[in-house]
């Protein structure tokens, strides 16, 4: 996309970029649960059981649906499977059960044909329906790439009307993983890719005058996914269509990674008012994925009502907003960071982005206190070891440790401590707005000022003596959510303030303690998740964009290692700072050839200390080919006990046993020179 047309599109990809306000979207009707237009974000998931067990699939559906599944996934890779599920469907509804079914169709136009006149709704991936992947370079002509257009209206109309004539709703899913070959060629591995494979079926659609659609652009990295959806919903635009969009980062894993994973991705787009319906892909049951998703989209339905009573005061203030944000230069479409000045050759510039732990309320008497922040100590020695996930300053506020502390471990202190202290050297002072101005005495090289959104546009802002030694600590409990942060990193680019920012966000925010998501709070696990997923969102959303120099997330409720693991699991999720190996872990279903739980816990075992590494694991092939091209290495189900190993996307054992598989994808490990011994 060349560089007008990129800036006639920014900001147009939602109503604003700095006040939450929902795209509306036409409305779609599947069975008794419409999607899109006023209807609230619906909750989904997808069963892991052979279509073909009937009972087991029915029961697994139930205790979707109890958890909070508005719609039930099931895969349909053959006409057998599509024809079952019209007795899963008939054994649901005799159990009192009218949750709609979503048939997930790849590779078999015959399977979804059959299926479209049983479910609710189908669900085709425009890379393999009529497509194909070889990893081919194809140079086709204009007249050459028609024809194949051509092809696939051919293959892809039978569907459209059979879809017509029952009602059956469609969402047209394009995955990063299993971009056709056709697509590749003229459009590389790209967000630009990805949506054009979907507009290509749409426009079908709409020339057929078929007009129930979904559409998702899945991708396992959240930045790629992100970009994606929002073209896709530009293009539409330009086209003048609005179809609801259903948001997943695909293979996100498990556990901490895949809640971190989903939340920098989905949340950043329901930030931006994006999104009707949302399914979270983990390597768990499919019932654990629902109540991830309420907790993503529940913080939604207050902020909705909240900025319709700001903004019925004046009622073209979000259109002034709309046409204020294409003023910015921020491109929404690819990644680059915000440049800032390199601080103290620590912070901003090309440094990672930096993380910060609150310690005050420790005991300052221990040192075994820095171990859930990253450096273990041992008394027999007398020394500090660091981890991989090592935390960059810590915050004693006015105390001061008894202990020492690692050599390379920055202090922050409130500046009134700081001054009186006689060592300075590791030490560096917070300030208030008021009290750097104000101040006689400054450290030469790292000074980190307090500010709020709202600072930046006040008198005490616009005296600020700027040095290169600066940097801005920005301090957010708006319910408004990361919308005024972003506000703040538009406003320092308008100043042309190249200040590097760590944004420090609260859990919970004072503000909502007696209401909403945190007073439903149960117990630390539920409390942990609610913080992992805000905590994503808020400054995830900042991440993929370029914003922020550094994260500190203040949550007194929750414990060091857990603040530690989760600002950590931020910035790789963003592909900002890697601590960890990577896994892109599929979520299972009814085409899984093993466990994925059970295989992805025992790859993890061996191989967790590979930082840097990305392996991806699935269940079979409908998207590992493609997924593996943003992997290293990949584990992939070829068959019955079968097991195909990859390096990026090139198979290089077929068909292994898959008791073996796990030792010979360590040994292709070493034989590239990636292996190192667990310490």
């Given at each position: ?20 306000s ?24 997808m ?14 559906s ?10 039930v ?12 599920l019209a ?21 078999t ?17 425009p ?24 092809r696939?209206?051919?293959?892809f ?20 993983g ?16 990805m ?35 929002r ?55 499919p ?144 300030f ?44 957010t ?27 420090k ?36 959303a ?51 050839l ?15 200390h590979?930082?840097?590494l ?66």
């Amino acid at each position: 996309m060349d560089t007008d047309a990129v800036k006639l599109l920014q900001g147009r990809y939602c109503n604003s970029l700095t006040e939450y306000s929902r795209f509306v979207t036409r409305e779609v009707f599947i069975g008794d649960v419409p999607m899109g237009g006023n209807n609230p974000i619906r909750i989904q998931s997808m069963t892991t059981t052979d279509t073909m067990d009937t009972i087991g699939t029915v029961e697994q559906s139930i205790r979707m649906v109890d958890a909070g599944c508005e719609y039930v996934r099931i895969t349909a890779p053959s006409i057998k499977e599509a024809k079952n599920l019209a007795e899963i469907k008939k054994q649901l509804r005799m159990r009192g059960y009218n949750v709609p079914l979503v048939a997930d169709i790849h590779f078999t136009p015959n399977a979804a044909e059959v299926a479209a006149r049983i479910v609710e709704k189908v669900r085709v991936n425009p890379g393999n329906y009529a497509d194909k992947k070889k990893f081919d370079q194809i140079d086709y002509t204009d007249a050459g790439y028609q024809g194949e257009l051509e092809r696939i209206y051919q293959k892809f109309a039978p569907l459209v009307n059979i879809c017509k004539e029952y009602g059956t709703a469609m969402r047209i899913g394009t995955n990063h993983g299993s971009l056709s070959d056709r697509i590749m060629s003229r459009y590389g591995d790209t967000p630009q890719g990805m949506v054009e494979s979907a507009m290509e079926f749409m426009r079908i659609c709409e020339t057929l005058n078929y007009y129930n659609l979904v559409i998702s652009m899945k991708s396992s990295n959240p930045q790629v996914m992100v970009q994606a959806y929002r073209l896709l919903v530009e293009t539409m635009v330009a086209e003048g269509m609005n179809y609801p969009l259903h948001l997943g980062v695909t293979e996100a894993g498990d556990g901490e990674d895949g809640r971190i994973k989903s939340a920098v991705g989905i949340g950043t787009l329901l930030e931006d008012g994006l999104g009707d319906t949302v399914r979270v892909s983990l390597t768990e049951e499919p019932e654990a994925e629902a109540p991830v998703a309420i907790a993503l989209v529940e913080r939604y339905s207050s902020r909705k009502s909240l900025v319709e009573s700001l903004t019925s005061e004046n009622s073209n203030k979000t259109q002034d907003l709309r046409l204020r944000t294409q003023d910015f230069h921020h491109n929404p479409y690819e990644y680059k960071r915000r440049h800032t000045y390199e601080a103290n050759a620590f912070i901003g510039g090309h440094m990672v982005p930096r993380v910060v732990v609150d310690l005050s309320k420790k005991n300052l008497k221990d040192p075994a206190i820095l171990g859930d922040a990253g450096y273990l100590y041992s008394a027999l020695l007398d020394k500090y070891n660091m981890a991989e996930q090592s935390v960059d300053f810590v915050y004693f506020a006015d105390e001061l440790p008894s202990f020492t502390l690692p050599g390379n471990l920055k202090q922050l202190y409130n500046y009134k401590t700081w001054q009186k202290l006689a060592d300075k050297t590791m030490c560096h002072p917070l300030f208030t707005l008021k009290e750097y101005i104000e101040a006689d005495d400054r450290s030469s090289t790292l000074n980190l000022v307090k500010v709020k959104p709202a600072d930046i546009d006040s008198d005490l802002f616009g005296a600020l003596p700027f040095d290169q030694s600066l940097v801005f600590v920005l301090e957010t409990d708006s319910l408004l959510g990361m919308t005024d942060q972003r506000s703040f990193f538009f406003k320092l680019e308008e100043l042309g303030v190249d200040v590097p920012v760590i944004v420090k966000r609260s859990y919970p925010e004072e503000s909502q303690k007696d209401h909403g998501p945190w007073s439903m709070v149960h117990g630390q696990e539920e409390l942990t998740t609610l913080l992992q997923l805000y905590a994503a969102t808020d400054l995830g959303a900042l991440l993929v964009d370029g914003f922020g120099d550094g994260v500190w997330i203040d949550a007194p409720e929750i414990g060091t290692k857990t603040i530690t693991s989760t600002a950590f699991g931020i910035l790789q999720a963003t592909r900002s700072r890697i601590s960890k190996t990577e896994y892109i872990s599929c979520p299972s279903c009814g085409r899984t050839l093993f466990d994925l739980m059970i295989t992805t816990q025992m790859i993890r075992s061996r191989t967790s200390h590979l930082k840097g590494l990305k392996i991806g694991i699935m269940g079979c092939i409908v998207n590992g080919p493609g997924e593996m091209a943003d992997a290293d290495y990949g584990y992939v189900g070829s068959g019955t006990d079968k097991v195909t190993l990859y390096r990026g996307k090139e198979a290089v054992k077929k068909n292994i046993s898959s008791a073996n598989a796990l030792d010979e994808l360590i040994g292709i490990i070493k034989e590239d020179g990636n292996w190192v011994e667990q310490e």
